[in-house]
Structure formats: C-alpha cells, structure tokens
C-alpha cells in the first residue's frame, strides 16, 4: 500500500517555497499531521541552523522517506553531491523518486545506497545529517514493517559495550555511539555532524556519547513534541524495567501549558534559549516515567519529550 503524503506545509514553516507531494509505502516513515511534531521538522530546521551554504556534498543516513534530502536541495542551489540511504534496501527505488519528482532544478549529482549507519558512503563529506532508532533490541523481535523506524539490531553494536554497567548500553545509546562512530570516519575535516537524540535520555548519558566518539559537541536546537508511537513507549518501559534506569515522558498537555505560560513559544515546535536542564526542571510537575507514559497512552491521554538536535565536530589539532 502506498499513501500520497502533501509535504507543502512543512516546507512553509521551514522557510522553504516548494509545493510538492511524497509517496510512502509501510516500509516507510510517513509525516506527522501536524509537521512541528515531527522528527523531520526540528532535524531541518537543526541543518538550516549549521549549514552555512557552502558545503559540497551531504549525506542523509536513514532517510526513510526523502524529504530531508528534498529540503537541501531546494535551499542549497551549491551543492554538488547528495547522498540518502537507509538501513532497509527495497524502500530506496521509492525514496529516489520522491527525491528527484521534487527536485528538477537540483544539478547535484544524486547517490542513493542501503546500509547501516554511514558505512554506504564511499567518501568524505561537509554534512552528514543522523536521524535513527536508538531502541536496541534482538533482530528477531524487529519483525513488523514499521519497526526499523523506531528499532535497530543490538547484535550491530554489541561490541561498543564496556562491561555490564555501560551506561550507554542501559540507556540503549549504544546505536547513537555506533553512527557517530561511522560518521566520523566519513566527515571531511571542518564539517559537521547533526545529529537528533529524544529528551528521554539523561542528558549526563548523551554528553558521554559524544565523549566516546571523540567527537566535539554542542546543543543545536530543543524542542518538545508528541510521542506518537506506542511500540517506542513500551520498548523504553521495557528498558526501564530490565536496566533499572528511568525514561523522561511528560504529560504532553500539561508539559505543553507549562511551556507555553513560561517561555511564550508554542508547543509543539522549538524552545530556544533554554538548556536541558531548564527545560526540565520547568516541566517537571507533568513528568512521567516510561511505564507511565505507555499506561497513559493507554488510556487514550497525550504523551510528550523532549527533542534535542546537536552538532558534532571533529576535534580541532594544532
């Protein structure tokens, strides 16, 4: 089954003139009703922050659906070579075309290949752009057509683990050390790394990510958004109860009252000039552990995190 999503809005509100339509098989991911809650909303908006217009060449990992790559394309007439790939091999056809029917004018030179993390690049380049699944869990649990949006193969980093108490592997950031790990290896020096990770993680966890990936880093955009998958919510729940470690959901209206009354941004959308710790402490009294955020959906009621964009820089020498 394939669904025609309208992509004019998000482009709108990311300060992009283009009008134009994807198409999304089940394999897919698709775009969230309302595109400031959506992953894909605050990930542009996290490149149009650090991109300065003269990169050569950009590298979409984990794509998905395109449209990533389709907003570069129509804000950076320069570039010259583009690259979208993803972990599952038979959406790429379609990807491709979504690509190319929204970018006629675009003379970059355009590179489409499956793999994991950024080992399909076969050369350095200025940006590489990471949204992907963070939940680790064995292979043969990742067995519905959707889940390789939200799941990855833990036996693909099992041998970043240090020890039984790895926090990165409790808090299932082993993934996220895994792409940033590959994508260092493909980052031309003086580019950059962006990189989008949920609130749900301890920030202290996140900032020993990049620490393990040598990488330099710095908070780019934040934000608050809707959790709309209910299978992401009960894999953390599970996680919570295994790893004996705790997951930051909110009661999504009450969080979205609270910011709204104390920061005068709208909910969903960005959050600037606040840090994590703000942002949590402000939305502390809606705060929900992740069993509670899944007994909550349950019930029908909105759940709510944190989204966070960095950018990643190889260490300067000399």
Request: proline share 3%; charged share 25%; hydrophobic share 40%.
């Amino acid at each position: 089954m394939v669904n025609t999503i309208d992509i004019a809005e998000l482009m709108r509100i990311i300060g992009i003139n283009h009008k134009g339509v994807v198409a999304v098989t089940e394999e897919m991911s698709g775009l969230e009703q309302n595109p400031k809650n959506d992953w894909l909303y605050f990930g542009i908006r996290a490149v149009q922050d650090v991109a300065n217009g003269n990169e050569r060449d950009m590298a979409f990992i984990g794509s998905g659906n395109g449209i990533d790559a389709i907003a570069a394309l129509n804000k950076y007439e320069n570039l010259e070579k583009v690259y979208a790939t993803d972990i599952v091999p038979n959406i790429l056809e379609q990807i491709e075309h979504n690509i190319r029917e929204n970018t006629p004018q675009a003379k970059a030179q355009l590179i489409f290949k499956h793999g994991r993390d950024c080992k399909p690049l076969d050369e350095e380049v200025d940006l590489i752009y990471l949204n992907l699944p963070l939940v680790a869990i064995d292979a043969q649990e990742i067995n519905t057509p959707l889940a390789t949006t939200t799941l990855t193969d833990a036996a693909a980093y099992a041998h970043l683990v240090r020890g039984k108490d790895d926090l990165l592997r409790r808090y299932s950031m082993l993934s996220q050390l895994g792409a940033l790990l590959s994508a260092k290896e493909k980052l031309r020096d003086g580019g950059v790394i962006v990189t989008m990770i949920g609130g749900r993680i301890p920030y202290e966890v996140t900032q020993k990510c990049f620490q393990r990936a040598g990488l330099e880093h710095k908070l780019v955009i934040a934000g608050f958004k809707r959790q709309s998958d209910p299978q992401y919510i009960e894999q953390y729940a599970s996680l919570e109860e295994k790893e004996e470690v705790t997951f930051a959901f909110f009661d999504y209206e009450k969080a979205a009252k609270i910011i709204r009354e104390k920061t005068g941004f709208d909910v969903p959308g960005e959050i600037r000039g606040y840090n994590d710790r703000q942002l949590n402490e402000m939305i502390a009294p809606a705060r929900l552990n992740a069993k509670q955020a899944f007994e909550y959906y349950g019930q029908g009621k909105d759940v709510g995190h944190l989204a966070y964009g960095f950018a990643a820089y190889k260490p300067r020498t000399g």
